[in-house]
C-alpha cells in the first residue's frame, strides 16, 4: 500500500475497536491497571477461561479514562474545524471529557492539565510547561490524529496537532512526544509501512517536532531543557533490538516470558512503572506489536497483561494491531459488547471520510 492510498473504512473501524478492547481488557475495572505482576495476571485471565471466553462489556469491563479521551480527540478532530479552532474545540472536549470519569482512573496530569484550560478565551488551550508531566496521557489518547492525518505529505499536520494536544495536559517533551508517536505510528500503520522501520522513522521525525516547538515560541527554553531523555531513551531501545537502521527482525531477549517481560518493561520505565509515561506507553505497545506477528492473543500478552499500565499500552496497540490485521482472530467477544461502540464506529467512519474523501470504501 503507498502512502496515499486509501485503507479501507473496515480497518478504521477495527482501529477504533480494538484500542478501545485493549483499554478494556488491561484496566479490568482497575484492577489489572493497577497490578505489578504480569504472571498474577496471567493466572487470573485463565481463571476467566482464557482471552477468547472474555466478553469486554459493562459492568466488568468498562473502558478507562484513556477511551474517553481517545474518543474526546476523535471527536474534535470530526467537528471540521482547523487552526486554533481546532485547538479551541480539543480543549473542550477535554474539559467535557472529563466529566465522565466515575471508576475510570484518570491520571493526575490530566486532571490538572484540563483544569487549567479555558476553552473559548484567547490562549486558552494552553497551560504553563509542567517539570513533572512525563506521564502517558497524551500518548494514549492521539492514535486518532495519525488516523485523520494519515498521508506523509501530512507529517507537518499530524506533528502540530500531536504536539498541541498533548501539551493541553501535559506540557513536557516527554509527555508530548509520547502523543507524537502515538500518531505517528498509526499513520504509518495506515500506510502500510513495516512495524520494523517506525521507531528508526519516529526518530528522524523527532528534530522536526523540535523545529515545531521552537516556532511555537511558548516556553521555549524549558521544552528545549527537557527534550533529550525522549530520543535517547528511544534510541537504547532500538540498539536493544537491533532496529537503529530500520530493518528487522526485532532481537528479543531469550527465554522473554512473562516474568521476562516484566522485568524488561521496567528497563523501559521511568520509576519502575511499565508503561506509565509518554515514552515507554508507546514503547511497550511497540514491542508487542513487534512480538505478536499476526495473533491478537499474543498481542494481548504482551501489550495487554503485563504488570504495570497495561491499559494505556493495550489502548495504544490495539488500534495499530487493528489497522495492520483488522478483526480477523479476535473473540467477537472482546469487541462487541464495548461501552461506547457505537461512539467508537461512528468516529471512526467520521475521520475515515474527513482522511480520505466520501468516495472511498
Same mark, same amino acid.
Given at each position: 500500500?503507498?502512502?496515499e492510498?486509501?485503507?479501507?473504512?473496515?480497518?478504521?473501524?477495527?482501529?477504533?475497536?480494538?484500542?478501545?478492547?485493549?483499554?478494556?481488557?488491561?484496566?479490568?475495572?482497575?484492577?489489572?491497571?493497577?497490578?505489578?505482576?504480569?504472571?498474577q495476571?496471567?493466572?487470573?485471565?485463565?481463571?476467566?477461561?482464557?482471552?477468547a471466553?472474555?466478553?469486554?462489556?459493562l459492568?466488568?469491563?468498562?473502558?478507562?479514562?484513556?477511551?474517553v479521551?481517545?474518543?474526546?480527540?476523535?471527536?474534535?478532530?470530526?467537528?471540521?474545524?482547523?487552526?486554533?479552532?481546532l485547538?479551541?474545540?480539543?480543549?473542550?472536549?477535554y474539559?467535557?471529557?472529563?466529566?465522565?470519569?466515575?471508576?475510570?482512573?484518570?491520571?493526575p496530569?490530566?486532571?490538572?492539565?484540563?483544569?487549567?484550560?479555558?476553552?473559548g478565551?484567547?490562549?486558552g488551550?494552553?497551560?504553563? @510547561?509542567? #517539570?513533572?508531566?512525563?506521564?502517558?496521557?497524551?500518548?494514549? !489518547?492521539s492514535?486518532?490524529? +495519525?488516523?485523520?492525518? =494519515? *498521508?506523509?505529505?501530512?507529517?507537518?499536520?499530524?506533528?502540530?496537532?500531536?504536539?498541541?494536544?498533548?501539551?493541553?495536559?501535559?506540557?513536557?517533551?516527554?509527555?508530548?512526544?509520547?502523543?507524537?508517536?502515538?500518531?505517528?505510528?498509526?499513520?504509518?500503520?495506515?500506510?502500510?509501512?513495516?512495524?520494523?522501520?517506525?521507531?528508526?522513522?519516529?526518530?528522524?521525525?523527532?528534530?522536526?517536532?523540535?523545529?515545531?516547538?521552537?516556532?511555537?515560541?511558548?516556553?521555549?527554553?524549558?521544552?528545549?531543557?527537557?527534550?533529550? @531523555?525522549f #530520543?535517547?531513551?528511544?534510541?537504547?531501545?532500538?540498539?536493544? !533490538?537491533?532496529?537503529?537502521? +530500520?530493518?528487522?527482525? =526485532? *532481537?528479543?531477549?531469550?527465554?522473554?516470558?512473562?516474568?521476562?517481560?516484566?522485568?524488561?518493561?521496567?528497563?523501559?520505565?521511568?520509576?519502575?512503572?511499565?508503561?506509565?509515561?509518554?515514552?515507554?506507553?508507546?514503547?511497550?505497545?511497540?514491542?508487542?506489536?513487534?512480538?505478536?506477528?499476526?495473533?491478537?492473543?499474543?498481542?494481548?500478552?504482551?501489550?495487554?497483561?503485563?504488570?504495570?499500565?497495561?491499559?494505556?499500552?493495550g489502548?495504544?496497540?490495539?488500534?495499530?494491531?487493528?489497522?495492520?490485521?483488522?478483526?480477523?482472530?479476535?473473540p467477537?467477544?472482546?469487541?462487541?459488547?464495548?461501552?461506547? !461502540?457505537?461512539?467508537?464506529?461512528?468516529?471512526?467512519?467520521?475521520?475515515?471520510?474527513?482522511a480520505?474523501?466520501?468516495?472511498?470504501?
Amino acid at each position: 500500500m503507498s502512502a496515499e492510498t486509501p485503507t479501507s473504512v473496515e480497518r478504521y473501524r477495527a482501529a477504533m475497536l480494538l484500542s478501545a478492547a485493549g483499554d478494556s481488557l488491561g484496566y479490568r475495572n482497575q484492577r489489572w491497571e493497577y497490578c505489578e505482576s504480569g504472571p498474577q495476571i496471567h493466572q487470573e485471565l485463565a481463571e476467566l477461561g482464557g482471552l477468547a471466553a472474555i466478553e469486554a462489556r459493562l459492568p466488568d469491563w468498562r473502558v478507562s479514562d484513556d477511551t474517553v479521551l481517545h474518543l474526546a480527540t476523535a471527536e474534535a478532530l470530526n467537528s471540521g474545524k482547523e487552526g486554533d479552532d481546532l485547538m479551541q474545540e480539543l480543549a473542550f472536549r477535554y474539559v467535557e471529557a472529563m466529566k465522565d470519569m466515575e471508576g475510570r482512573k484518570p491520571g493526575p496530569t490530566s486532571i490538572l492539565g484540563t483544569s487549567q484550560l479555558r476553552p473559548g478565551e484567547v490562549g486558552g488551550h494552553c497551560i504553563p @510547561f509542567n #517539570p513533572r508531566a512525563q506521564g502517558c496521557g497524551a500518548a494514549m !489518547r492521539s492514535m486518532c490524529i +495519525g488516523l485523520r492525518f =494519515p *498521508r506523509a505529505s501530512q507529517l507537518p499536520d499530524l506533528i502540530r496537532v500531536s504536539v498541541e494536544s498533548g501539551r493541553m495536559t501535559h506540557h513536557h517533551p516527554t509527555g508530548y512526544l509520547g502523543a507524537l508517536t502515538s500518531a505517528l505510528f498509526t499513520s504509518f500503520a495506515v500506510q502500510g509501512r513495516p512495524p520494523e522501520e517506525w521507531g528508526a522513522a519516529l526518530l528522524e521525525t523527532l528534530p522536526l517536532a523540535q523545529e515545531y516547538v521552537r516556532s511555537s515560541g511558548m516556553e521555549v527554553p524549558q521544552n528545549l531543557d527537557a527534550w533529550d @531523555f525522549f #530520543p535517547e531513551k528511544w534510541r537504547w531501545y532500538l540498539r536493544q !533490538r537491533g532496529l537503529e537502521a +530500520g530493518r528487522g527482525p =526485532p *532481537r528479543f531477549p531469550d527465554p522473554y516470558g512473562v516474568e521476562e517481560r516484566d522485568q524488561e518493561y521496567r528497563r523501559f520505565s521511568l520509576e519502575n512503572w511499565a508503561g506509565r509515561s509518554g515514552h515507554d506507553a508507546p514503547m511497550i505497545a511497540y514491542e508487542a506489536l513487534l512480538g505478536a506477528g499476526d495473533s491478537w492473543e499474543q498481542l494481548c500478552g504482551w501489550g495487554m497483561f503485563h504488570g504495570g499500565d497495561s491499559d494505556s499500552t493495550g489502548v495504544i496497540v490495539g488500534c495499530w494491531w487493528g489497522l495492520l490485521h483488522g478483526l480477523s482472530g479476535v473473540p467477537a467477544g472482546n469487541y462487541q459488547f464495548l461501552e461506547y !461502540r457505537e461512539r467508537l464506529l461512528t468516529a471512526a467512519d467520521q475521520l475515515h471520510r474527513a482522511a480520505w474523501g466520501r468516495d472511498t470504501k
